[in-house]
T-cell receptor
Framework: ETGVTQSPTHLIKTRGQQVTLRCSSQ?????VSWYQQALGQGPQFIFQ???????GRGNFPPRFSGLQFPNYSSELNVNALELDDSALYLC???????????FGSGTQLSVL | DAKTTQPPSMDCAEGRAANLPCNHS???????VYWYRQIHSQGPQYIIH???NNETNEMASLIITEDRKSSTLILPHATLRDTAVYYC????????????FGIGTKLQVIP
């Protein structure tokens, strides 16, 4: 069984640009959660998708948006990038019957 | 969701047991305790979780006090590869994925 994969691993953008991060969930998992981890902090919940619908959102502005596809892979989109958006973005998948979260290795986003 | 308090850092000698405490004094009756760890530059890894009974798996043991206001994660024989940040999270089963992690405990295993 394949694990959670995220792409790209690193990304550099400038302020005001838009970015799309991608996540392939673990085989058999229908739920994907996204987290932002600033340097020296724990992961902060952005939102969760369950069967292609948003299923909970953290304290992030609307310029953070997402999608989940029929194969349960997911995208995180961030518009109008700000310097403070520089962080490690983590994707985690889970199944409805198992509470364990399986994380990818993340995408390191730098906004200049 | 109940808040948790963990020491920011701990050291442990290689081969000895590492005991990582977590306080969650406002935990409610149906909230679970979860533990994850994050090795540098990787995503967090699930370790163990429990409701009120002590739990053990191949990675660790989880001891929850009778009043459920605190818990301890035990790594029975710490190795250098256990050096990581350990996160304790408290939440309702089915909702904890939406919880923001705290800063955790940085465990340094010393040779």
């Amino acid at each position: 069984e394949t694990g959670v994969t995220q792409s790209p691993t690193h990304l550099i953008k400038t302020r005001g640009q838009q970015v799309t991060l991608r996540c392939s969930s673990q085989s058999g998992h229908n739920t994907v959660s996204w987290y932002q981890q600033a340097l020296g902090q724990g992961p902060q919940f952005i939102f969760q998708y369950y069967r292609e619908e948003e299923n909970g959102r953290g304290n992030f502005p609307p310029r953070f948006s997402g999608l989940q596809f029929p194969n349960y892979s997911s995208e995180l989109n961030v518009n109008a990038l700000e310097l403070d958006d520089s962080a490690l973005y983590l994707c985690a998948s889970s199944s409805g019957t198992d509470e364990k979260l399986f994380f990818g290795s993340g995408t390191q986003l730098s906004v200049l | 969701d109940a808040k948790t308090t963990q020491p920011p850092s701990m050291d442990c000698a290689e081969g000895r047991a590492a005991n990582l405490p977590c306080n969650h004094s406002t935990i409610s009756g149906n909230e679970y305790v979860y533990w994850y760890r994050q090795i540098h530059s990787q995503g967090p890894q699930y370790i163990i979780h429990g409701l009120k009974n002590n739990e053990t798996n191949e990675m660790a043991s989880l001891i929850i006090t009778e009043d459920r206001k605190s818990s301890t994660l035990i790594l029975p024989h710490a190795t250098l590869r256990d050096t990581a940040v350990y996160y304790c999270i408290v939440s309702f089963n089915g909702g904890y994925q939406k919880v923001t992690f705290g800063i955790g405990t940085k465990l340094q295993v010393i040779p």
